[in-house]
C-alpha cells in the first residue's frame, strides 16, 4: 500500500512504499541528518581564551565541539587531541617491584626482561631461566659462547643482566711506555712509524709521547720535496744531472730499459758497458723552481771543470729530444742540411737533427735549406678538373691533396674521368676487365671500383674463371645448391646457383628463404622455392 507524501527537506511530493519512507531520495535524507548535528552562529568576533587572539566564527560549528566556542580554531584542536590522549599512569612492576609510568593500565612488568624472568610457565620465560643457570656454570664470555652458542644469542638479544655482568675472559697486557720507545726509534720519520706500526703509533699518541719521540722528523711539505742528483761516471769523466720529488723512483726508472723513454744514462752505461753508479743527492728539501735553477748550475760547473754532461739542456734532457737521443754537432747539421736542400724535407725526415738545430741557433747559420715562400697558386674549378684528367690513377690524385680534396669538397667527381668511369660500368665493360685477372682478390686489389659493382648486382657469379680465394670461401662454393623461383601455382620462373644470389637478386632474406626450402613457411616473396638439385 502507497501512501502519497511530502519531503521535508525539498518540498516535493513522493509515494511512499513503507512508514520509515520519510524523504524522496538519499541526498535529502543525509542532507537533514547533518544540519540535524550542526547548529547555525553565523559571524561572531570572539577572543580566544588561550591564545588571546581576536578571531571570526561564521557557519556552522559541531555540537561535539560547542565546548570549545571560546577559543580559536587553533587552540580548539590542540585541545580536542590533549583530552583525546591517555593519560599517563604511575604503576609498580610485578616482579622487580619498581615504579614506571605507563599509558596501558593492564602492563605489570616495568620491561621485556623483567617479564621473562617472573612471568608465568610459558616458552621464553622457562628459556630465560635456563640460559641463567647456564651463565651460572661457566666463569668467562668466551667459554659462555663455546659451550652454549644459541646460549648467547639469546643473551645478547634480551639483554640479561647477569650476561653484561660476565667477566670478559682474559685481559689485554698494557704495553709499557719502554717497548714503544724501542720500536719508534726503528724508523727515521712519523709516517714511516704510522705505516709499519700503526698500533703502537696510536697509542704513542694517544699518550702523548709523540711530541718527545724527537728521532722522528716530520716531512717537509710537498713543494719542498725536490731533490737535484747526479749520477757520476769517474773513468769516462761524464756526469747526468736531473731533478725529482721521488728519488726512489726515478733511480729505478734510470736503470731500465722503458723503450722511446729510456734514460739517456742507460744507453751511456750500455754504451761504455759499464754499471750505472749510486745515485748522488746534491741538494734536497727546495722547491721545483729552484731545483730547476740549482740543476742548470750544477751543469754549468761541471762543464767548466771539463767534465762530458750527458744532458745539455736546461731541464735535464739530451740534444734532439727527451729521453736521451744521440747527440749531434754542428757539422753533421750541415752536410745534413747540404745534402737535402728542402725545408719541409729535412723537418720531416730528421726530427731529432732538427730539435738539436733549433736548440743552438744552427738554423739562422744555414743557407742551403730552401724554403718554398712563393704565396699558393689559386685553384678553380677547370684547373682541378684538368689536373685530375692528367693523372693516371687515383692514388697519384691523392698524393696531390690539394686538387684531391677542391674536387672533392666541391663534388665536381662527376666531371673527371674517374667519376665517369663510376658512372659508366656496364656489365660487359666489367666482365670484359674482370677476364685479365685470375682470382678475385687480384681484381678487388687491382681495381675495387669494378670489383664492388660486379659484386654488388651479381655478376661475379658468371665469371667462373675468377678463383674467389681458399678455405672457407672455396668450401661454401662447393657447397652451394642451385634454388627454383617458382609462382604459387608452381610454374618454374628462374633458377639461381645459390642461396645468397637468389637472396640478392630478388632482393628477400636468405634466413627466409632458407626457411621456405626446408618448409618451415610455404612462400617467400611472393614466391614458392624448391632446390634444383
Known sequence: MTKTRTCPVCGTEFEAYRRAHIYCSESCRSRSMYSRRKVEVGKVKKICAMCGKESFIE?????????????????????????????LQERTCAGCGKAFISKNPHTRFCSLQCAYKHRGDDYRSRRYREVVEHIRLCTTKQEFRDKYPSDSIFARKYKIEEYKKFPNGKRQKQIEDETIISESKKYHTKKEYRNHSPNMYAIANRRGLLPTFTWLVSEPPFHERYVVYRYFFAAQETVYVGLSCNPQKRDVQHRISRGKKTSCVFKFAKRVGLEIPKMEILESGISQSEARSKEHEYVNKFKDIGYEVLNTGKTGASIGSIGGMPKYTKKEFLEVA???????????????????????????????????RRAPKTINAEYAINEANNKSSIEDLRNDSA????????????????????????????????????????????????????????????????????????????????????????????????????????????????????????????FRWQYAD
Not at 580554531?73 to 583525546?84: F, M, V
Not at 728542402?342 to 743557407?367: R, S
Request: aromatic letters at 10%.
Open 59 to 87: 557557519g556552522y560549528h559541531r555540537s561535539a565541539h560547542q565546548k570549545y566556542h571560546n577559543y580559536c580554531q587553533r587552540c580548539a584542536s590542540i585541545l580536542a587531541h590533549e583530552t583525546r590522549k591517555k593519560p
Open 338 to 372: 747540404q745534402e737535402v736542400g728542402d725545408f719541409n724535407k729535412f723537418v720531416k725526415n730528421f726530427k731529432g737533427l732538427y730539435i738539436a738545430a733549433l736548440q743552438h741557433g744552427w738554423l739562422k747559420e744555414c743557407n742551403n735549406l730552401k724554403r718554398d
Open 403 to 526: 686538387i684531391y680534396n677542391y674536387i672533392s669538397t666541391h663534388k665536381l667527381w662527376h666531371r673527371t674521368k674517374f667519376g665517369l668511369l663510376r658512372q659508366s660500368l656496364s656489365k660487359d665493360f666489367c666482365i670484359s676487365v674482370a677476364r685479365n685477372f685470375s682470382s678475385a682478390s687480384s681484381l678487388r686489389k687491382s681495381n675495387g671500383t669494378v670489383y664492388l659493382k660486379m659484386q654488388k648486382n651479381g655478376w661475379l657469379d658468371e665469371c667462373p674463371w675468377l678463383v674467389k680465394g681458399e678455405g672457407w670461401r672455396q668450401a661454401a662454393a662447393l657447397k652451394a645448391r642451385p634454388v627454383r623461383q617458382m609462382t604459387m601455382n608452381g610454374k618454374v620462373l628462374k633458377t639461381f646457383p645459390s642461396i645468397a644470389v637468389a637472396a640478392r637478386t630478388t632482393n628477400v632474406s636468405s634466413g627466409n628463404l632458407t626457411s621456405c626450402l626446408k618448409g618451415r613457411i610455404q612462400s617467400c616473396g611472393g
